[in-house]
Structures are given as structure tokens and as C-alpha cells.
């Protein structure tokens, strides 16, 4: 396989907003206090001409989800249990792209059944690597190092610009945050997502929420 994403989903999204201790590949992920930024709503841009976050890595998916065909099932290990992911791990494309990106226009060929890791793109989060007393921070924002990206239409620098939140923008939040709360379903992780839902599905979250695994319910600074 190629750069597995599958790492990245595990490591980065589901243990940033676990309230449970979890262990993948031999490690034990603790909970840590949790800040969610309201630039998480945040609408953004995604210009033709571009695909510089475009990369060849695996392409996950839920057993549920809709697949594009090269898709095949596979078999990890969470918590010592067998956990059924569906993976395309690219391994005929022999260039530095996904092999669904559309060079002409820079536009993703499966958009509707996109993998889990390019539907979160611009969804942050900010990890505390190591030091139980900070904490991981869930956010939106750009690409660090999108300077750096090759574009399709010859160009480099990702073309993607944030926007002001939006009723749309909001929306589609809530559907990413329903597909992770999915995935962690999926693995049997209990999380901080109902309780983040409803805060944005009730409008709350207009200054940074924060939720404390030392303590039964999330609080706002």
C-alpha cells in the first residue's frame, strides 16, 4: 500500500475527540482536554486548476460507505479487536497523485464517494504530542505548508481560500462530523461528537468549547 491514511484517521481525528483510552498498533491513546475553535464552521474555497492536495495515499472507507471500484476489504486491529475497513491502496498508480485526479480541470473523479481523508482536508487537529497538560485543539484552517503544493494547471500553491461561516458551511460541518462520529461508532470509541453536534446543531458554538475528560460533561471558556 501506499501512505496509509488509515494511520492519520485513527491517530489524528478519533483520538483527538475520544473521551476513552484506545489502543492502536501496540500504543495506548489517552483522552486529553479537548478546545473546539468556532473557525471549525468556517466555509472555504476549492478552486479548479489546483488538486495540490491531491496525493497518492489510501483511499478509506466504512463498509457502509459508497466505494469506488479497486476497493478492497481489510482487516485492523483497535482494541484488540478485528475492526473491517475497505481500502484502495493505489498500488498500480505509479505517480506522486491520486490516481483519481482530473489533470485537466484539477477536480476529484469520485467526488461523491470521496475517502474519508479528503472529505477532512481542511478540518485541523491540533494535537498535544506527548504532554498530558495541553491540550488538542479541533479546528479549521489552510494547509501549513500549501505554498509548497504543485497545481495542476502548472502553478504552485494550493488555490483553496477560508471564508466567513455560513448556513451552508455549517451544514456541512455537521455532515463531516456525522461521518466521524460514524467511524468511531464503527470502531466501538466512545467520543466528545453527540455532545459537539448539538452544541453547533443548537448554535452555541460562537467562542471556543471546551471538553474536559476529567469531568462528566464539556464547558465553555
Known sequence: MQSDSLDKIVTRYLATVARESFIWEGKT??????????????????????????????????????????????VVIFNDRKIEIWSDGQESNETKRCQHLEPGTGRCGIYTRRPFTCDFELIRTLQAVDDPDRANVLTQKLFGRGWSYARTD???????????????????VIRKLERLKEWADHFGLDTWLPDLLTIIREGRLTHQIVFNPRRAEGFGL
Not at 500553491?157 to 461561516?165: D, L, N, S, T
Request: hydrophobic content about 25%; some cysteine.
Open 29 to 74: 491513546y489517552s483522552p486529553k482536554l479537548l478546545k473546539v475553535s468556532p473557525l471549525l464552521l468556517r466555509d472555504y474555497t476549492c478552486p479548479p486548476g489546483c488538486g495540490g492536495c491531491c496525493f497518492k495515499f489510501t483511499l478509506d472507507y466504512l463498509p457502509s460507505e459508497k466505494k469506488p471500484p479497486g476497493a478492497k476489504k481489510r
Open 154 to 172: 502548472g502553478g504552485k500553491g494550493a488555490k483553496c481560500e477560508m471564508r466567513e461561516v455560513t448556513p451552508e458551511s455549517i451544514k456541512e
